[in-house]
Nanobody, 120 residues
Framework: QVHLVESGGGMVPPGGSLRLSCAAS????????MGWYRQAPGKQRDLVAS???????NYADSVKGRFTISRDNAENTMYLQMNSLKPEDTGVYYCKGVGLLRTLNRFESWGQGTQVTVSS
């Protein structure tokens, strides 16, 4: 079993900043890819940013230059620093992790989500 827990959401005015955290726990052998997804009301869940355990990163065009994803492999934790926030960044942010359990079976797990609201 793998559990992902997000934290750090909230409400900020346009131009503000937030830092999201995602902590993974359970019978993890290796976390390969971790990612942040955003779901706005009435819309599908889209990838915001992802990172591999080799330090590689990938960003949606809409957040490039404003958001920074990072991770601490020793702690199985991932972060998303969000700067220059815009109202269109509003949504529920979900953490996703893909990797191997100690049994060497593959897992794919989601967190419960954290709300980010950008509004004046």
């Amino acid at each position: 079993q793998v559990h992902l827990v997000e934290s750090g959401g909230g409400m900020v005015p346009p131009g503000g900043s937030l830092r999201l955290s995602c902590a993974a726990s359970g019978t993890i052998f290796r976390l390969n890819v971790m990612g942040w997804y955003r779901q706005a009301p009435g819309k599908q869940r889209d990838l915001v940013a992802s990172t591999g355990n080799d330090g590689s990163t990938n960003y949606a065009d809409s957040v490039k230059g404003r958001f920074t994803i990072s991770r601490d492999n020793a702690e199985n934790t991932m972060y998303l620093q969000m700067n220059s926030l815009k109202p269109e960044d509003t949504g529920v942010y979900y953490c996703k992790g893909v990797g191997l359990l100690r049994t060497l079976n593959r897992f794919e797990s989601w967190g419960q989500g954290t709300q980010v609201t950008v509004s004046s």
